[in-house]
T-cell receptor, first 115, second 114 residues
Framework: GAVVSQHPSRVICKSGTSVKIECRSLDFQATTMFWYRQFPKQSLMLMATSNEGSKATYEQGVEKDKFLINHASLTLSTLTVTSAHPEDSSFYIC???????????FGSGTRLTVV | AQSVTQLGSHVSVSEGALVLLRCNYSSSVPPYLFWYVQYPNQGLQLLLKYTTGATLVKGINGFEAEFKKSETSFHLTKPSAHMSDAAEYFCAVRTTGTASKLTFGTGTRLQVML
């Protein structure tokens, strides 16, 4: 079955530093990947949609200069949180779209804590 | 625009009892509908999905859901709850076509009591 690996699962960083989160589709090519943010006990909020080889499309209210998304290959998308602040602490989840039949596969999430 | 409403942020059932988690959607075109389960500090796992065809969809772990167009609903059910079913459940909708974004409901936390 389709597997998406998200790394790291947990990261603690100092305020002002940058953190990179990777999302890999292990056994399929993902033309489209999605990045979500989830606050405690809340739903998933879509941050951006990335297509391989093109710029990501950000949702309204999401700072594209702060949350850099790169989708350089059909199996890898990265989210970089730049100049992180405590309010960026959250659970970030990626999702890869394979095809209409297979649908979406989610990564296991990354718990980011900014101190 | 598409949207999803999940009635009840918390549902509590006894082990062995019927599980019913409610989901209503809004979509201007025929929707694809999904139910996902999330365990603490984990990603989402697909329980089942409706695309086209049979309106009663069976998923993993004994769950099923019925697409009712007239009621714009896609409620999730399981005849007999198990302790391992305790988790967060999300209903999601997307419009038909190429890879378009999912819109999630606010989630329902299922608690299963002995």
């Amino acid at each position: 079955g389709a597997v998406v690996s998200q790394h790291p699962s947990r990261v603690i960083c100092k305020s002002g530093t940058s953190v990179k989160i990777e999302c890999r589709s292990l056994d399929f090519q993902a033309t489209t990947m999605f990045w979500y943010r989830q606050f405690p006990k809340q739903s998933l909020m879509l941050m951006a949609t990335s297509n391989e080889g093109s710029k990501a499309t950000y949702e309204q209210g999401v700072e594209k200069d702060k949350f850099l998304i790169n989708h350089a290959s059909l199996t890898l998308s990265t989210l970089t949180v730049t100049s992180a602040h405590p309010e960026d602490s959250s659970f970030y989840i990626c999702s890869a779209f394979r095809d209409t039949l297979s649908g979406y596969t989610f990564g296991s999430g990354t718990r980011l804590t900014v101190v | 625009a598409q949207s999803v409403t999940q009635l009840g942020s918390h549902v509590s059932v006894s082990e062995g009892a019927l599980v019913l988690l409610r989901c209503n959607y809004s979509s201007s075109v025929p929707p694809y509908l999904f139910w996902y389960v999330q365990y603490p500090n984990q990603g989402l796992q697909l329980l089942l999905k409706y695309t086209t065809g049979a309106t009663l969809v069976k998923g993993i772990n004994g769950f099923e859901a019925e697409f009712k167009k007239s009621e714009t609903s896609f409620h999730l059910t399981k005849p007999s709850a198990h302790m391992s079913d305790a988790a967060e459940y999300f209903c999601a909708v997307r419009t038909t076509g190429t890879a378009s974004k999912l819109t999630f409901g606010t989630g329902t936390r299922l608690q299963v009591m002995l």
